[in-house]
């Protein structure tokens, strides 16, 4: 038996703007602005979605999701991960571990984390504990420290056990 393993990253940023909903992980989070994009604009889960396709060398969400296909207009991303992980799970792998880092300097994340690890934990059927969410701030410095927008890093562990 094999032990097969392996990782991708994501990266993504939306600029904050008025009148928009701030979605992160699918979970709505209260504030005076939200993220502007095609779909709902949730970066986090942009970033695990890039992540777990980049692990399998599968291309990005703009292959997938194209932001020119009004079909995927304000598009909710837990539907569009559930996707992405449909397509993990039909080339024979599961995710092991997520790991993501939220970088925004507003509003504070530290009583949504929960809330975020659970929703996104459901969304692809594992464990919370394997689902790490942190909130960083860049202190100040550039557009991300200056509120104007939100990025996230994520790096996803990707498994399979079989006789390849």
Same mark, same amino acid.
């Not at 079909?71 to 559930?82: E, R």
């Given at each position: 038996?094999?032990?097969?393993?392996?990782?991708?990253?994501?990266?993504?940023?939306?600029?904050?703007?008025?009148?928009?909903?701030?979605?992160?992980?699918?979970?709505?989070?209260?504030?005076?602005?939200?993220?502007?994009?095609?779909?709902?604009?949730?970066?986090?889960?942009? #970033? @695990?979605?890039?992540?777990?396709?980049? $692990? *399998? =060398?599968?291309?990005?969400?703009?292959?997938?999701?194209?932001?020119?296909?009004?079909?995927?207009?304000?598009?909710?991303?837990?539907?569009?991960?559930?996707?992405?992980?449909?397509?993990?799970?039909?080339?024979?792998?599961?995710?092991?571990?997520?790991?993501?880092?939220?970088?925004?300097?507003?509003?504070?994340?530290?009583?949504?984390?929960? #809330? @975020?690890?659970?929703?996104?934990?459901? $969304? *692809? =059927?594992?464990?919370?504990?394997?689902?790490?969410?942190?909130?960083?701030?860049?202190?100040?410095?550039?557009?991300?420290?200056?509120?104007?927008?939100?990025?996230?890093?994520?790096?996803?562990?990707?498994?399979?056990?079989?006789?390849?």
């Amino acid at each position: 038996m094999t032990l097969d393993f392996r990782i991708g990253t994501g990266y993504d940023i939306h600029r904050l703007v008025p009148d928009r909903r701030l979605v992160l992980g699918g979970v709505e989070i209260p504030y005076d602005r939200g993220l502007l994009g095609h779909s709902d604009a949730d970066v986090l889960t942009h #970033a @695990i979605m890039d992540a777990m396709l980049g $692990a *399998l =060398a599968l291309g990005d969400i703009g292959h997938y999701f194209p932001p020119s296909d009004a079909q995927w207009k304000d598009a909710n991303s837990i539907s569009l991960l559930k996707a992405v992980d449909g397509i993990v799970k039909e080339q024979g792998w599961r995710i092991h571990n997520i790991d993501t880092s939220i970088v925004m300097e507003k509003p504070k994340l530290k009583p949504f984390v929960v #809330a @975020i690890r659970q929703s996104l934990a459901l $969304a *692809l =059927a594992i464990e919370p504990d394997r689902v790490s969410v942190k909130a960083r701030t860049n202190e100040g410095l550039d557009a991300i420290g200056a509120g104007e927008g939100i990025a996230v890093h994520a790096v996803v562990l990707l498994c399979r056990d079989d006789d390849r």
